[in-house]
């Protein structure tokens, strides 16, 4: 996968950093300081008050941890640095941060939060829409259109809060370390109304301009209706790369009632070849400013 470095010793960047980092990596150094001690999974439960699978959760960074249970794993690994206990126990007091996600809770279901903590901490984002323009470069006049479409039930006030949503999670293409964003639009996502013509225009108007040199981490390209290759992948997928060396790549599949979290190696790669298969007969940076110019003259 192109892009995205990984940082040495698995540090993690307190600028990337948010609670699901911190949760995942936390988790993972427990596991391998458990494997390198030789301590069974019901062993370090028990030192914790806790069961197996709860212990399991932990190390799969799934939920919050105790500060003191953390300290109790230390321990019982035979971890006695003050300098290196106090690195685990930040990572502990970070993990359970609540997100700036957890605001908008009762729009997001958990499936949905646990994509904006990783999306949050990557350093490479890149993906594949079939259906629509990607949420990061989505404008906000089409983010209502799509949320109004998607939840015909939801109040102005709730599509309001939805774009605001939106909105914060595209700051991280403004921040100073921003990541690498490469996304390829199928053609037929940017021929399909969102919102009416003007709101379409907009929307064009606004991806030229994130394709231009101005935005130089942010790659836009267009995959061509008549391309075979996009019927290998039944729908969208988006992959995540980290800069710490304890998250591996990850392969996103949203639905419309969840989403699919792979990381296991082959699956990555199956995804990331399909997405190459992809890129192979999209538009050059140069040539999706002119099919995008084009295409806002016919709307």
């Not at 699901?20 to 300081?33: E, F, K």
């Not at 106090?86 to 359970?96: H, K």
């Not at 809060?161 to 100073?176: C, F, G, P, S, T």
């Not at 009632?257 to 992809?278: F, Q, S, W």
Request: with cysteine; glycine share 8%.
């Amino acid at each position: 996968m192109a892009g995205g470095r990984r940082l040495p010793g698995g540090g993690v960047d307190p600028g990337r950093g948010g609670p699901t980092i911190r949760r995942i990596v936390l988790g993972s150094r427990l596991r391998r300081l458990r494997v390198r001690r030789g301590v069974g999974l019901d062993a370090a439960a028990q030192a914790i008050r806790a069961s197996v699978p709860k212990m399991s959760r932990l190390e799969r960074g799934q939920g919050g941890c105790k500060e003191r249970d953390i300290a109790d794993l230390l321990t019982l690994y035979a971890v006695t640095d003050i300098r290196e206990r106090e690195t685990y126990l930040a990572l502990a007091r970070g993990a359970n941060t609540p997100g700036w996600w957890q605001q908008y809770g009762d729009l997001t279901p958990r499936w949905l939060e646990t994509y904006l903590g990783l999306e949050e901490g990557a350093t490479l984002i890149r993906g594949y829409q079939s259906h629509r323009v990607p949420d990061l470069l989505q404008t906000p006049a089409y983010a209502a259109a799509l949320a109004r479409l998607t939840y015909p039930d939801d109040s102005a006030n709730a599509v309001a809060r939805r774009v605001d949503l939106l909105e914060r999670r595209q700051q991280l293409l403004a921040r100073q370390d921003p990541p690498r964003c490469w996304q390829l639009i199928d053609e037929g996502a940017l021929r399909r109304s969102v919102g009416g013509p003007a709101v379409m225009r907009e929307q064009l108007r606004h991806l030229i301009r994130l394709s231009s040199a101005e935005f130089p981490e942010i790659a836009v390209h267009v995959v061509p209706l008549q391309t075979s290759a996009a019927t290998v992948l039944a729908g969208s997928v988006t992959l995540l790369r980290f800069a710490e060396a304890d998250l591996p790549d990850i392969a996103y599949l949203e639905q419309l009632t969840g989403a699919l979290y792979l990381d296991d190696a082959d699956d990555v790669e199956r995804h990331r070849l399909a997405v190459d298969r992809l890129a192979a007969p999209a538009t050059e940076l140069t040539d999706t400013d002119t099919f995008l110019r084009q295409l806002l003259h016919t709307t």
